[in-house]
T-cell receptor, first 111, second 115 residues
Framework: GENVEQHPSTLSVQEGDSAVIKCTYS??????FPWYKQELGKGPQLIIDIRSNVGEKKDQRIAVTLNKTAKHFSLHITETQPEDSAVYFC??????????FGKGTRLSVIA | DGGITQSPKYLFRKEGQNVTLSCEQNLNHDAMYWYRQDPGQGLRLIYY???????QKGDIAEGYSVSREKKESFPLTVTSAQKNPTAFYLC??????????????FGEGSWLTVV
């Protein structure tokens, strides 16, 4: 089955700097890669996703890149703000199988 | 208000008791899922259902049971056979039926503590 590895597990950045979180996956059939943001005590919220026919997708300060050959995808947050502090999860799935999640990255943005 | 509603938000279970967590969605989604989250860990799949009256085990189904009698409801029972049930439980739902993957949306979660 699918296995998703996520790095780093914790990340601290200064406000205004960029943050990058990386994930690798094992199943070459996976074709959908969402990123979720989870605040303390709440359910994960989808922030951006990418499908395998696209290499990069951007939404304001957030971008995701996908390298299918290397089986890795990354989340990029530019001009970080304190409200970006949260736990971020990557995930992967093939077709309509359930999502498989990475273990999460705790991002702290220091003002 | 559309979305996924989980209840209760906080639940305490005594040793040997079964408890049921409720999950209701009004998004008309076909598929529903239950995940478990332990502190500092990712989300692990317990059970999922892609259609009414059918469900499949996930990676950690032992000690749990589910039912899917209605499209909008997918309750999870944590049985006494689950030896370490203290965790944050997340219900999710999505459309089904395409090959490109459908967005999965989560509820706000339920905290279960064994006392």
């Amino acid at each position: 089955g699918e296995n998703v590895e996520q790095h780093p597990s914790t990340l601290s950045v200064q406000e205004g700097d960029s943050a990058v979180i990386k994930c690798t996956y094992s199943d070459s059939a996976s074709n959908y890669f969402p990123w979720y943001k989870q605040e303390l005590g709440k359910g994960p919220q989808l922030i951006i996703d990418i499908r395998s026919n696209v290499g990069e997708k951007k939404d304001q300060r957030i971008a995701v890149t996908l390298n299918k050959t290397a089986k890795h995808f990354s989340l990029h947050i530019t001009e970080t703000q304190p409200e970006d502090s949260a736990v971020y999860f990557c995930a992967a799935r093939s077709g309509n199988t359930p999502l498989v999640f990475g273990k999460g990255t705790r991002l702290s943005v220091i003002a | 208000d559309g979305g996924i509603t989980q209840s209760p938000k906080y639940l305490f279970r005594k040793e040997g008791q079964n408890v049921t967590l409720s999950c209701e969605q009004n998004l008309n989604h076909d598929a529903m899922y239950w995940y478990r989250q332990d502190p500092g860990q990712g989300l692990r799949l317990i059970y999922y259902s892609q259609i009414v009256n059918d469900f499949q085990k996930g990676d950690i189904a032992e000690g749990y049971s589910v039912s899917r009698e209605k499209k909008e409801s997918f309750p999870l029972t944590v049985t006494s056979a689950q030896k370490n049930p203290t965790a944050f439980y997340l219900c999710a739902s999505s459309w089904a039926g395409t090959s490109t993957g459908n967005t999965i949306y989560f509820g706000e979660g339920s905290w279960l503590t064994v006392v």
